[in-house]
């Protein structure tokens, strides 16, 4: 029987499915049109939860006990409903996800991460117990902050490993095929801080942000003359969430924290000041000189972030080039011309 169980929004508390024996595996969607999910889902809906359901259609996926959707957007919720009929075979566990961060937000999360554990280890023939529980806190907390170091190292203008180098590395730090590659963790690390340096310093350094960042638009970005020193998305940045907050005695509550109390999401609209504080913090740290924004097609989370974004960008007198993206990897020429174009503008300033 397969050990990997998928998942696929940020907030799900991999910790959980490590403790219970499962290896996570990431579903991070496929390239490609997507007849088959869009016959199923509404087709003005998020192509990337469509690439999911199509991957999973098409058998693209290496076997999987089971998948966690959090039922964390429009999106997610509809991909739920329509996952037990035509995704794979296997658990399909859904997950509750508040929308904010408050004592009363973090309790229910809590309730639901306790309830989502008792779920798996039914399946997982299995139970888990807290100090099981505690362990995995600790070693995912341990990946997390290499990651964190090896990116901040972008943020002093060292000679860092480039854009599309990390995004490579965090998608197959995501994608693990079993357990033993899952513990190869460092290996990945510290073949990226050990790389050496092809990309120089003094191009235009940029911000990317967006919902979810398709890797090929960080290596478009780069190869057209600019360093993404800084990936605001679900598959980057915010993946790795925050330094661990204080210790707390009920490890579903620390959980819970711990993931809405991360960087925050474009979905958390009550969080809107502490996401510019946020932005504020990378372009001072990082010396951003422009910012890119991969606006995700019928996004709607990301039509209010970009707005935000935009106002954010006019108050720092930040240069901002949006880009609307289907997933497909269609369109990449308008991309490339829009981009050289924006950099051509920054070098000048």
Not at 110 to 124: K, M, P, V
Not at 255 to 268: E, H, I
Not at 277 to 284: H, K, M, T
Not at 304 to 320: I, N, V
Request: with cysteine; charged share 25%; aromatic share 10%.
């Amino acid at each position: 029987m397969s050990k990997l169980m998928g998942w696929l929004c940020h907030y799900t508390p991999v910790e959980i499915l490590t403790a219970l024996g499962y290896t996570p595996y990431r579903l991070l969607g496929r390239k490609g049109n997507n007849p088959r999910a869009a016959t199923y889902l509404p087709g003005n809906l998020c192509p990337y939860v469509q690439s999911c359901l199509e991957a999973a259609i098409k058998q693209e996926l290496p076997p999987l006990a089971g998948v966690v959707i959090a039922r964390s957007c429009n999106a997610m919720i509809h991909l739920a409903n329509v996952w037990p009929r035509y995704g794979l075979k296997g658990k399909i566990l859904i997950l509750e996800v508040p929308r904010r961060l408050d004592d009363n937000a973090v309790f229910y999360f809590s309730q639901n991460l306790r309830r989502l554990a008792s779920e798996l280890a039914h399946s997982g023939e299995r139970q888990l117990n807290e100090e099981r529980l505690w362990a995995a806190i600790s070693w995912w907390e341990e990946q997390r902050a290499a990651w964190r170091k090896l990116l901040t190292c972008r943020a002093a203008g060292e000679d860092p490993p480039g854009g599309e180098e990390i995004m490579d590395g965090l998608a197959r730090w995501q994608t693990p095929l079993n357990q033993r590659e899952a513990e190869k963790w460092e290996t990945v690390i510290n073949r990226l801080a050990r790389q050496p340096c092809r990309k120089s310093a003094r191009r235009p350094r940029l911000l990317l942000s967006g919902s979810i960042l398709p890797q090929e638009l960080i290596a478009m970005v780069e190869a057209c003359g600019g360093l993404s020193v800084f990936e605001d998305s679900c598959n980057a940045r915010r993946l790795l969430l925050a330094p661990a907050v204080g210790a707390e005695g009920d490890p579903y509550l620390y959980l819970a924290r711990l993931y809405l109390g991360g960087p925050p999401c474009p979905r958390m609209v009550n969080d809107r000041e502490k996401r510019c504080r946020y932005w504020a913090e990378a372009v001072d740290r990082f010396h951003i000189q422009g910012v890119i924004y991969h606006a995700m097609k019928f996004c709607d989370a990301a039509m209010y972030d970009f707005l935000a974004l935009k106002s954010f960008c006019e108050k720092r007198g930040l240069p901002l080039l949006r880009l609307d993206g289907d997933f497909s990897g269609g369109n990449r020429g308008q991309w490339q011309t829009r981009i050289e174009a924006f950099l051509e503008m920054l070098e000048v300033r």
